[in-house]
């Protein structure tokens, strides 16, 4: 027996959120009867997505790549440049795990494994993630106190993270995955980070892989 949104999750590479949305959207049925969110599954061969049967099952992909600035990670980039025009075709279903935003480069996962999606970014699970930074100017003792001690006010709540830091480098350690959160926080104290390169996340590490390179992993 298996929940459900665990199953589409595997199969369609989401994450089980993703999967819980398309169960309440009334997209899935089991046996021609729309599907509840919460539901136990015992043959998969009776579940359907828009009336299509699921993709059967097949082993999960895992690829380690590094984003180079200038390019976005949605598959539409409208108008700009997306990860996906520099990664093989055989890639394009793979969902990335962790986005960066155009102007920031460095390690990014990407895989059909919804559960490792999930693993990965879900808050309860505070996965860390190392950055290399440069800012404008040196960063004060002061500056940097505020940030890892009391942190810094965003419009959604407190942001701190750990800062090794020498001139205008810093490297950053943090667990949480907030929509450019470095650079607002820096941008709160006025300071504009120039370069932001990820280089681990979670257990996965970037290594020597050259920016716009990919290599698949176990």
């Known amino acids: 027996m298996m929940r459900l949104n665990k199953l589409i999750a595997q199969r369609l590479g989401v994450s089980r959120r993703a999967a819980d949305k398309l169960i309440a959207s009334g997209q899935a049925t089991i046996n021609g009867k729309i599907a509840e969110v919460g539901t136990d599954i015992t043959d998969t061969k009776s579940v359907l997505i828009n009336q299509k049967p699921l993709p059967k099952a097949s082993e999960y992909l895992y690829v380690l790549f590094n984003k180079p600035v200038g390019y976005v990670c949605s ?119 120039i370069t932001l390169n990820r280089i681990k996340f979670g257990n996965y590490m970037l290594g020597s892989l050259a920016p716009g390179d990919y290599k698949v992993i176990n």
């Not at 959604?156 to 490297?171: D, Y």
């Open 75 to 193: 598959r539409d980039g409208q108008g700009s440049k997306t990860i996906y025009d520099l990664l093989p075709k055989e890639f394009k279903h793979l969902n990335p795990v962790g986005r960066l935003d155009k102007n920031s480069s460095g390690l990014l996962l990407l895989t059909n494994d919804g559960n490792l999606h999930n693993r990965l970014t879900h808050p309860s699970n505070q996965k860390e993630k190392v950055y290399h930074i440069t800012l404008n100017k040196p960063l004060t003792d002061k500056d940097k106190t505020t940030i890892e001690s009391g942190g810094v006010l965003l419009t959604e709540g407190v942001s701190k993270f750990q800062i090794t830091h020498k001139n205008t480098w810093l490297e950053i350690h943090m667990y949480e995955g907030r929509n450019r959160q470095i650079r607002r926080t820096f941008e709160v104290l006025n300071y504009k980070v």
